[in-house]
């Protein structure tokens, strides 16, 4: 009987959660009735006279509360109150026990990165090299209404375990079910860095994620400019190529003292001064660059610094160029404009 009752909870367990505690629960409720009904077939007296007060008697046995104040006397009567004790307290125990672990299973599961999301319009950031942390961090410093992160990286636990803020997904970045799991489908963009300066794997990520969501804005990090063609035939929106950043920096602080420190001002959160977009209104089709310029400068202390149309970045425009249909505004502010009424 121990071997049966072994094997058949060895194959509950490879069951999952939910159908294992409702099996547990119909196990329990079936050996608390039958037991009942037989304790009321066998036993003769007042001690057992009624199904409700057997059906006490069992609950009270299986609970191991056992308070004393009835018993059965017969052989059979018998038999089934040791069957009860042995099965029936196991079943107990295996139902307090699965109850105990859907309790905490799941944030267990979210912790190693098992829980799917079911995030949408939020982002991803793919992959774990000496940036990753950096960049969630000046992510999750940004004041997005509504911000919602994932992270997928091939990690064994969360490193923002602390943070809910961080949904952690484990896996490998070019791996479809890994990303299915991130929610791209329903994501809005996506960072993908490069890992251990393995283009080869950004370029086989970037072109995963394109074929689950067309519509997700990518911007991909790789190491070698060479494979920057490999990225734009794979429909990403956006390439920095580390080692070109790095030696162009080095050469214009050296040309030019002190360009690292304003580049860095520039792109961290922390320093005040970072570089938003807006979207021109109807208002502002037509007018000159250097009219808008003045303006924004002169009653808001904000600095236009360029034009984004039709996905192309105009850095600079001439004092002429006409503000169209459908243009951002490139600018440098203490922080993101939220003043419509200006406008």
């Known amino acids: 009987m121990f071997d049966l009752l072994n094997n058949y909870f060895s194959n509950l367990r490879k069951a999952s959660d939910k159908y294992v505690f409702?099996?547990?629960?119909?196990?329990?409720?079936v050996i608390m009735v039958l037991s009942a009904a037989g304790i009321l077939i066998v036993e003769s007296g007042d001690s057992f006279s009624n199904f409700a007060d057997d059906l006490w008697w069992v609950i009270v046995t299986i609970t191991t509360v056992g308070y004393g104040d009835k018993y059965p006397h017969s052989f059979l009567g018998r038999v089934i109150a040791v069957i009860l004790m042995f099965v029936g307290i196991g079943v107990v125990s295996g139902v307090t026990a699965k109850f105990s672990d859907l309790l905490i299973g799941s944030s267990r599961r979210k912790e190693l990165g098992?829980?799917?999301?079911?995030?949408?319009?939020?982002?991803?950031?793919?992959?774990?090299n000496k940036k990753t942390?950096?960049?969630?961090?000046?992510?999750?410093d940004e004041e997005i209404e509504d911000s919602k992160l994932v992270l997928l990286a091939d990690l064994e636990r969360d490193p923002f375990v602390d943070n809910e803020l961080v949904h952690f997904i484990r896996g490998k970045t070019d791996q479809k079910e890994a990303l299915i799991k991130a929610g791209v489908k329903t994501a809005r963009a996506a960072i993908i860095l490069n890992e251990t300066n393995n283009d080869a794997r950004t370029v086989l990520t970037v072109l995963t994620i394109e074929n689950l969501n067309p519509n997700i804005y990518t911007i991909a990090e790789i190491s070698n400019r060479e494979n920057q063609i490999h990225l734009i035939n794979a429909q990403v929106d956006e390439v920095i190529v580390n080692s070109s950043i790095n030696s162009q920096l080095l050469v214009r602080s050296a040309l030019y003292s002190g360009t690292s420190q304003i580049i860095e001002q520039l792109l961290s959160n922390e320093s005040g001064r970072q570089i938003y977009m807006l979207t021109a209104v109807e208002a502002e089709l037509?007018?000159?660059?250097?009219?808008?310029?003045?303006?924004y400068k002169r009653?808001?202390?904000?600095?236009?610094?360029?034009?984004?149309?039709?996905?192309?970045?105009?850095?600079?425009?001439?004092?002429e160029e006409l503000i169209?249909?459908?243009?951002?505004?490139?600018?440098?502010?203490?922080g993101e404009f939220t003043e419509p009424q200006f406008r």
Do not use: M, S
């Open 22 to 29: 409702i099996r547990l629960i119909l196990i329990a409720v």
């Open 324 to 334: 169209q249909q459908g243009d951002d505004l490139i600018y440098i502010a203490l």
């Open 286 to 295: 037509g007018v000159r660059f250097i009219d808008l310029f003045i303006k």
């Open 114 to 128: 098992e829980v799917q999301t079911d995030y949408t319009d939020h982002l991803i950031v793919c992959g774990w």
């Open 133 to 140: 942390k950096n960049v969630v961090n000046q992510l999750l």
């Open 299 to 319: 009653e808001t202390n904000l600095i236009l610094i360029g034009i984004k149309r039709k996905g192309k970045i105009i850095t600079n425009p001439a004092n």
